[in-house]
């Protein structure tokens, strides 16, 4: 049983009620994937194609409106939040902002030390113990315990993020655009970091990023998210090579190519037009608006999930045969 | 040209900056706002003045001469021989001797009047005196036929600040009236905010319906002047200082309440929140460690800017005789029984009514600075 799911999602589905009206925030519709022990799976998208919201329905700061979500075969998106308490030590997420992830009336000690609190792991010394050497892990030391999350910068904040979601040893961790908000500069350091923990602590990640040059890096299979729904999965080399969805191959087509003659040789197929509303749907397929491959089918009929050969599933007509 | 330094990963991440917790970085800004020191001094002196006068005047707050009533800290007299004193006369013609250090002496007792040549005849010492105060002006006559009409205004000495409508001395009053102002402005600050923080941080953290019915019943209460509240609670309830605590904190936690709310909600949605959430924290510890601490700024404006408040209430209140009953003082009840005076010793009311201003003055320029120290992205 090697290649068990730690974090199997089915038929996820979060819709936000719009204040005063009947409509609905289609944030996440239907999104099924699952990620074997040890593994990674880079989630990207344009910016509202609800990402976060998936994450934060995974890890149930959001209600689900349907569907599951599996943590080592337990399904924990119908738990109430008492019985969901010894879940959480298992599946822990590090936040898109550094800044506002982290509370400035704490010191770092007790940012770092909440969670052994809350699980009754630790206190005292054995949690400063602890706290020292997490942050040691992370690339800061103990003299920075006593301070406040506001006297570091970005890059050191993240950090402090990465160890208050490590702490507790958890099995799978989400990453949400952990280092979008952080200087080029510093986030070669911080993804490097990350790795170097999946395989020291043998942790699952469901990272997320907005573009897929970073996600290639990191992820062995990559997702693509359109407007709320998962339109295509592959292994991560073979989102490069061979990109099925028209959506994918325009996002591939916005990556700068180092080279000229890969760059001569792309085929340009940038993406028009804006990103619909999440709250009136376009009919059928969702990109249909803005796809350079449009046919009539797809203005009528919401395409599936198919396996396209070699666990390359796509939601798409074109390959709908 | 460019050498790399040999710096290790330690030297790298050490933070040079003064280490500075976020209460010394608040102070540091409060303390560079000459308003707010001053009305912090201002405050400050004023709880001193309450505590310690009592301790060093001669007098108690309740404690009447009936002699000495309405005397001015100034007091109008007619000036005897050099190192004799002076001599007083108040309204009714009543002579006191006024020490020449201006310490008040003997209140002469009158042995004759002649309403017709307006003559009045006194005993001093062993001998007598007269006073003429026909024609607009008094003139004391000793027996040896010395007079004296000078009029000079002579310090008050026995009563710094001069005495009410019943002869009890000012100062001592008006530390005692600052005492309870302020007790009673503490007191009903204190209970305010803890019902408020509680009710606001409640209807905040569990939104929703919860949150629909806790605000609606917050407007039913305040969609009537809180004033007439307070007013009908303490017909209803015995009058005195715990009632008037009691009416102020039952009615204006209302705002802080709102407040608290306010700022719940916004933090609400920030990460750091959703992080405790995923942590496993309680709720409890969600709203005590997260969300109360990051409101205190303006949990801590909106209670010093209650403060005067509910000094103003509570002299209000005492005022309309609804308040503090004598024979205790408040600032009110001094203001009350001055109004009676209002022309002929305007120093009576004038000196409540002053203090009110001042600590009204005090704590919204405390409050003010409070509020630019707490939140610096307000300032322009
Ligand atoms: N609490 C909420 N209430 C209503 N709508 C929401 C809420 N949170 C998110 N949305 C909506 O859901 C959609 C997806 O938002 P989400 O934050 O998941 O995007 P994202 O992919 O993470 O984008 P980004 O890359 O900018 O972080 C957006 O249209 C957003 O407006
Ligand atoms: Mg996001």
Redesign the interface.
């Known amino acids: 049983m090697e290649n068990k799911p730690v974090l199997k999602v089915e038929n996820l589905t979060k819709h936000f009620s719009v204040k005063g009206g009947r409509k609905v925030v289609h944030a996440l519709d239907d999104v099924s994937f699952e990620i074997p022990k040890g593994k990674t799976l880079g989630l990207v998208g344009e910016s509202g194609c609800g990402k976060s919201t998936c994450a934060?329905t995974i890890?149930?700061?959001h209600e689900p409106t349907s569907g599951k979500v599996y943590i080592n075969d337990t399904d924990i998106s119908t738990m109430r939040q008492k019985e969901l308490?010894p879940y959480?030590?298992h599946?822990?997420?590090i936040?898109?902002?550094p800044y506002?992830?982290?509370?400035?009336?704490?010191t770092v000690h007790d940012i770092i030390a909440?969670?052994l609190?809350?699980?009754n792991i630790a206190s005292g010394k054995t949690a400063t113990e602890m706290v020292h050497d997490i942050l040691f892990r992370v690339?800061?030391?103990r003299?920075?315990a006593?301070?406040?999350a506001?006297?570091?910068s970005g890059g050191?904040r993240q950090r402090i993020?990465i160890a208050?979601a490590l702490i507790?040893k958890p099995d799978i961790v989400i990453c949400d655009e952990p280092i979008s908000a952080l200087d080029v500069s510093i986030q070669a350091q911080v993804v490097n970091m990350l790795k170097d923990f999946q395989t020291e602590m043998g942790l699952t990640y469901l990272f997320i990023a907005h573009d897929l040059s970073m996600v290639r890096y990191v992820s062995d299979v990559v997702g693509v998210m359109y407007l709320g729904r998962l339109i295509e999965t592959c292994d991560a080399a073979e989102i490069y090579t061979s990109p099925l969805h028209p959506y994918t191959q325009g996002l591939l087509s916005s990556i700068p190519i180092p080279s000229p003659k890969a760059a001569r040789e792309k085929i340009s197929v940038g993406i028009q037009g804006d990103i619909p509303s999440p709250i009136d749907l376009p009919p059928g397929c969702r990109f249909s608006t803005r796809c350079p491959k449009s046919m009539p089918i797809c203005k009528e009929q919401e395409p599936a999930m198919l396996d396209a050969g070699g666990s390359h599933c796509v939601a798409c007509h074109l390959y709908n045969k | 040209m460019w050498e790399k330094l040999d710096i290790r990963?330690?030297e790298r991440?050490?933070?040079v900056?003064k280490?500075?917790?976020?209460l010394s970085d608040v102070w540091f800004r409060f303390s560079h706002k000459p308003t707010a020191i001053a009305g912090l001094m201002v405050i400050v002196l004023m709880i001193l003045f309450a505590i310690l006068t009592p301790s060093f005047t001669s007098h108690t707050f309740s404690s009447q001469v009936l002699d000495h009533v309405s005397m001015a800290p100034w007091l109008k007299s007619i000036a005897l021989d050099e190192g004799e004193g002076y001599i007083y006369v108040n309204q009714n013609l009543k002579l006191i001797h006024v020490n020449a250090d201006g310490t008040l002496g003997q209140t002469l007792t009158r042995l004759d009047e002649d309403d017709i040549n307006k003559v009045n005849t006194y005993a001093f010492d062993e001998e007598t005196l007269q006073l003429k105060y026909g024609g607009g002006s008094q003139t004391v006559v000793f027996e040896d036929g010395r007079e004296f009409s000078d009029v000079v205004k002579v310090k008050n000495k026995t009563y710094l600040l001069g005495t009410d409508t019943l002869g009890r001395d000012i100062l001592t009053r008006l530390a005692h009236g600052t005492r309870i102002s302020l007790l009673v402005a503490f007191l009903a600050t204190a209970v305010n905010m803890i019902i408020g923080i509680l009710y606001g941080g409640i209807a905040g953290y569990k939104g929703g319906n919860v949150d629909g019915v806790m605000m609606r019943i917050v407007d039913i209460i305040s969609a009537i002047p809180l004033t007439l509240y307070v007013i009908l609670i303490m017909v209803i309830v015995e009058n005195g200082m715990t009632s008037i605590i009691i009416a102020l904190s039952s009615v204006y936690w209302v705002n802080m309440a709102r407040v608290v709310r306010g700022q719940i909600l916004s933090l609400k949605e920030?990460?750091?929140i959703?992080?405790?959430?995923?942590?496993?924290?309680?709720p409890k510890?969600i709203l005590m460690?997260?969300l109360i601490?990051?409101s205190?700024g303006p949990i801590l404006v909106t209670a010093t800017m209650l403060i005067p408040q509910a000094i103003f209430m509570e002299a209000f209140l005492s005022y309309l005789g609804l308040g503090v009953q004598p024979p205790m003082a408040s600032l009110g009840t001094m203001c009350n029984d001055a109004t009676e005076m209002l022309r002929s010793a305007p120093y009576q009311l004038f000196l409540p009514a002053a203090m009110i201003c001042l600590i009204m003055f005090a704590f919204n320029f405390v409050g003010d600075g409070l509020r630019d120290a707490l939140d610096p992205q307000l300032r322009k």
């Open positions: 934060k890890i149930r700061i308490k959480r030590k599946i822990q997420m936040f898109q902002d506002s992830s982290l509370n400035s009336r704490m909440e969670p609190q809350a699980h690339g800061l030391n003299d920075h006593d301070r406040y506001h006297e570091f050191q993020g208050r507790l | 990963q330690e991440e050490k933070i900056s280490r500075r917790s976020f920030q990460e750091f959703s992080a405790a959430l995923t942590i496993g924290s309680s510890t460690r997260h601490p990051n205190m």
